[in-house]
């Protein structure tokens, strides 16, 4: 029967009754993969070129073992240059050291080849016990008389040397010799000492007393007597001495200079005395390290 439509042809029959199925459509085959060289090439040469892509990263360095390869170690480094020690300042101070001791011997025997010389060629000197027991702290003195004999029994505060008559010497570090002899004392010095308008009264219930003394000196060396001198009155409720009262005299001991071997020089030194206690006064004489020598009237 028709409806009008176009007939559609049947399906061929396959050898055994099946029917072959329908073919595809063109549109809907894909294309066929050719096998053909040529034209793969040719397919390849059509296409657009992609640009090459780079590599951009940098390069890690290799990892190696620097430890057993030894040119790969860094090269070792210099040892540090020693500071150069300079032996001049230990000469220096060798010398120097050398130049000190040399020169303290060669003080040492000026000194000691001087005394031995002023003793064995002089006046000999005699060392023995000191006047006054003061053989432990000072330098001993002696006393002599008139006719220069050493006098041994007398220049202690218990007995005194005489005034005008007994020297007092001590032997000096420089190895000279000092003798102070006591020549003069004026008793009542209030009105000489007044003549100089400078100088104060005396204190209260005191009075002047003025000693004028006469310094020697022999020997190697020298001696300053306004500084290694120390000439006191002592009595029984006072004592004085010429360093502790600022008085000038007609002949002060600040007046004289150096002393050295051969010098004499005279000094006149005021003192203090307690009204009415001369019968008790005793002068002292001594060094810078000598011992004290006590002299009175007779």
Known sequence: MSDGSTPQPLPALAPGGAANPAPAPRALLAPAQRDDPQADTAQTDTAPAEPAQVDTAPAEPAQGDTWSDPSLLPPPSAPPERARSSALPIVAIVLSSLAL????????LVLVLGGLAYIYGGAPYVMSDPVGGYSSMYTPGRVTDASGAVVTDVGTY???AVLGEHTLSWPTVSGGIVEVTV??????????????????????DMGY???TIDVAYTGPGGLVPAEDLYICLES?????????IDV???APLRDIGAL???????????????????????FSVETIDGEPLYLTER
Request: hydrophobic share 40%; net charge negative.
């Open 236 to 244: 029984v409720s006072w004592g004085t001495c010429s360093d502790g």
């Open 183 to 204: 020549t003069d004392v004026e008793w009542e010095a209030d009105a000489a000492v007044a003549t100089d308008p400078s100088n104060p009264p005396a204190g209260p």
């Open 209 to 211: 007393v003025l000693a």
């Open 101 to 108: 001791a040399v020169s303290g011997l060669v003080l040492v």
């Open 248 to 250: 000038t005299t007609a």
């Open 260 to 282: 050295t071997d051969g010098d004499r020089a005279t000094a006149i030194v005021a003192l203090e005395l307690a009204e009415g206690e001369r019968g008790s006064a005793l």
């Open 158 to 160: 218990d007995r005194p």
